[in-house]
């Protein structure tokens, strides 16, 4: 999908769900929190949507050698790289929204992912008082952890 076709169907997607899920939101007293970014939402989704269609590795690289370089003219209003990754826990929840609204059918392949969670290091496993009933020793490619093992599945 060409940028202007994902800028175009993510704002339309924003421009449904912003109202409604401010709707959703309590009130806040403190208005210095609420004042808006120079970077719109979907222009925050679309770029980190790009990102993940992109061949880039890293976030940083693709924002400075590519965003900031050659798509200056499609986002006049770009901040910096590190005032956009602080700005982008703010498009989380949109972005899942987005993204589940855009799922296809189920077509039963599915994709898991295993990821660990370290509780302690391996050295201290006989200290550890934080799960100590459900954390267990276990080992993936990269070596020997004491934690959780947590399988995510994508149909």
């Not at 910096?80 to 972005?95: D, H, K, Q, T």
């Not at 550890?128 to 994508?154: C, D, E, M, P, Q």
Request: glycine share 4%.
């Amino acid at each position: 999908m060409d940028l202007l076709r994902l800028f175009c169907d993510v704002d339309d997607f924003c421009n449904y769900f912003v109202p409604r899920w401010e709707a959703r939101l309590l009130e806040s007293t403190d208005k210095k929190r609420c004042k808006p970014g120079n970077l719109c939402l979907s222009e925050a989704m679309t770029i980190i949507i790009s990102f993940h269609q992109s061949d880039y590795r890293t976030f940083k690289h693709y924002y400075l050698q590519h965003v900031s370089k050659y798509q200056r003219a499609e986002f006049p209003k770009l901040v910096s790289c590190n005032r956009f990754v602080e700005l982008m826990p703010g498009a989380l929840i949109a972005l899942c929204c987005y993204i589940k609204t855009r799922k296809g059918k189920v077509t039963g392949i599915s994709f898991v992912d295993s990821t660990i969670i370290r509780v302690r290091h391996n050295l201290r496993i006989k200290s550890n008082k934080v799960f100590k009933k459900i954390a267990k020793r276990g080992k993936t490619s990269a070596g020997w952890f004491y934690g959780f093992k947590l399988h995510l599945i994508i149909n």
